[in-house]
C-alpha cells in the first residue's frame, strides 16, 4: 500500500469513518472508498456498503476485473440509558459481542463504579452526553430508566443520529405515551417506528438477565439485518 494511502486509511480510522480498501486483484490499483458517504448506487457501492453491513470483506465482479473490498469499520458502540438492574446484566453480554459500552445515568447513586465496575460511566443527562459521544450508523441505543425525564430526552436525540438500534424498555401502554409525547415534540410516525418497544425480542423474558439476553438478541438482529417479528 503507497503511504499516502495508508496514512488516509489511518486517519479515516481516527475519525471512526466506515472506509473499503478496494484492490483490483489484477492489475494491483488500490482505492478507499466511503460507501455511506456518496449516494452512488451502483452495484460496486452497494457491494461496498453491503460488505461494511455484514462485516466481512468480499470479492466484487468488476468489468475490468476482480476487486477484493476489504473493510475497515469502527468499533460497535452501545448505549445504555439507565444504570438499573438490567443494565448490569447487559453490559458484559454486550461487550462479549465487542461493543464499546457506556452507561448513561445523571443519578449518580445508580451509575457507580460500584455497582458497574470496569465500565464507561457518564453522569451527564443524556442529550448532553449524546452531544459529546456522537452516535453514529456502528452505534445502538436503549434507554432503560421508565423516566420519561430521562428516556425522552435520549430518545429524541437518538431519533435524529443515524443510530442503527434505538429500544425502549416499558409495556405496551407506556410505550404508546411515549409515542404521544414524541409526536407533540414534532417527531413523525415514520421516525416513532424506528424505536423497538416494548425492546427486545419476544421470548417471555421475566428477570433482568433473561430481558438483557433478549434485547442484545435484536440489537444483533437488527444489526445483521435478520428479520425481526
Request: glycine share 4%.
Amino acid at each position: 500500500m503507497k503511504t499516502a494511502l495508508l496514512e488516509e486509511l489511518q486517519q479515516a480510522r481516527t475519525e471512526k469513518r466506515q472506509v473499503v480498501l478496494a484492490t483490483n486483484l489484477k492489475s494491483g490499483d488500490q482505492k478507499l472508498l466511503y460507501p455511506f458517504e456518496n449516494e452512488d448506487n451502483s452495484d460496486f457501492s452497494e457491494a461496498a456498503r453491503n460488505a461494511l453491513r455484514s462485516d466481512k470483506p468480499v470479492t466484487f465482479e468488476a468489468e475490468d476485473g476482480p476487486v477484493f473490498l476489504n473493510i475497515f469499520n469502527p468499533p460497535l458502540r452501545l448505549f445504555i440509558v439507565g444504570a438499573v438492574h438490567i443494565a448490569q446484566a447487559l453490559v458484559p453480554m454486550a461487550a462479549a459481542a465487542d461493543y464499546e459500552v457506556t452507561v448513561i445515568d445523571p443519578r449518580r447513586s445508580f451509575g457507580s463504579s460500584f455497582r458497574f465496575p470496569n465500565v464507561t460511566l457518564d453522569n451527564r443527562w443524556p442529550d448532553e452526553a449524546f452531544e459529546s459521544l456522537s452516535p453514529d450508523r456502528r452505534s445502538a441505543i436503549v434507554t432503560l430508566t421508565h423516566d420519561a425525564k430521562l428516556d425522552d430526552p435520549a430518545l429524541q436525540f437518538a431519533l435524529k443520529s443515524d443510530a442503527f438500534y434505538i429500544g425502549a424498555l416499558g409495556s405496551g401502554r407506556t410505550h404508546a405515551k411515549r409515542q404521544q409525547r414524541l409526536i407533540s415534540a414534532g417527531f413523525t410516525e415514520t421516525d416513532f417506528s424506528r424505536i423497538h418497544g416494548p425492546i427486545g425480542l419476544d421470548i417471555g423474558a421475566k428477570s433482568p438477565a433473561e430481558i438483557a439476553i433478549s434485547i442484545m438478541a435484536e440489537i444483533i438482529a437488527v444489526l445483521r439485518r435478520k428479520e425481526v417479528k
